[in-house]
């Protein structure tokens, strides 16, 4: 039996706007349009404290993303450990 050749997929930081807004736009076609999550709870000030990465194949097409939240940030999400981190908002697209 042979195993389909699988492309390349690169994780990498997001760092520069057009990252970010690439992370935005997974998130809001997985979960806003595919699960109907409101759009005004999506998104939320933790983004602007949160480590995001993007998935993305070899010619540069999104496939998925998600976030990190550390430190104090994420001490709420974590039962109040700072040294926890907290990983959410993890979305891929189907097509991927």
């Known amino acids: 039996m042979s195993v389909p050749a699988v492309p390349a997929v690169t994780v990498r930081l997001a760092e520069d706007p057009a990252d970010r ?3 935005f736009r997974v998130r809001k076609e997985v ?3 595919e699960q109907n999550v409101p759009e ?5 000030a933790l983004d602007a ?3 995001h990465v993007l998935a993305v194949r070899e010619d540069g097409v999104p496939l998925g993303t998600g976030r990190l939240l550390f430190g104090e940030v994420a001490a709420k999400k974590t039962g109040g450990d700072p040294a926890a981190g907290s990983l959410g908002r993890l979305a891929v697209l189907r097509e991927a």
């Not at 005004?40 to 939320?44: M, R």
């Open 21 to 23: 807004e690439a992370c």
């Open 49 to 51: 404290h949160a480590v």
């Open 31 to 33: 979960f806003v349009a």
């Open 40 to 44: 005004e709870i999506e998104y939320d």
